[in-house]
């Protein structure tokens, strides 16, 4: 059984920082996309970030900015987002996914089979 679990959420002030980390298993990931998507109370889910499998291509959501990093272990079979200069309307669900498509990077959720349980940020002011 294919299995994403995040760790990494939790409570952090305007200004601050969170790493999030998503670890695969039951198959590997190698040659596959993978990324963060997030949702917000009464907002559709949308694409944070997402890699492809050698990790040179990425793509981040217009509200990134700059302040997001995501990257890939490819020993862990996981894909981790650093997140700094966080604001409230950061504040969501924060889901990892993978797709089964190889070699390419699609930017929609709708592409993307596999997803994990999700790890709630929440960003005071």
């Known amino acids: 059984q294919v299995r994403l679990e995040e760790s990494g959420g939790g409570v952090v002030q305007a200004g601050g920082s969170l790493n999030l980390s998503c670890a695969a298993s039951g198959r590997s990931f190698r040659f596959n996309p993978m990324g963060w998507f997030r949702q917000a109370p009464g907002k559709e889910r949308e694409l944070v970030a997402v890699?492809?499998?050698?990790?040179?291509?990425?793509h981040y959501g217009d509200f990134v900015k700059g302040r997001f990093t995501i990257s890939r272990d490819y020993a862990k079979n996981s894909v981790d987002l650093q997140m700094r200069n966080l604001g409230p309307e950061d504040t969501a669900i924060y889901f990892c996914?993978?797709?089964?498509?190889?070699?390419?990077?699609?930017?929609?959720?709708?592409?993307?089979?596999?997803w994990g349980q999700g790890t709630q940020v929440t960003v005071s002011s």
């Open positions: 996914a993978a797709d089964s498509i190889v070699f390419k990077l699609p930017l929609s959720q709708s592409d993307y089979d596999y």
């Open positions: 890699i492809d499998y050698s990790s040179e291509e990425t």
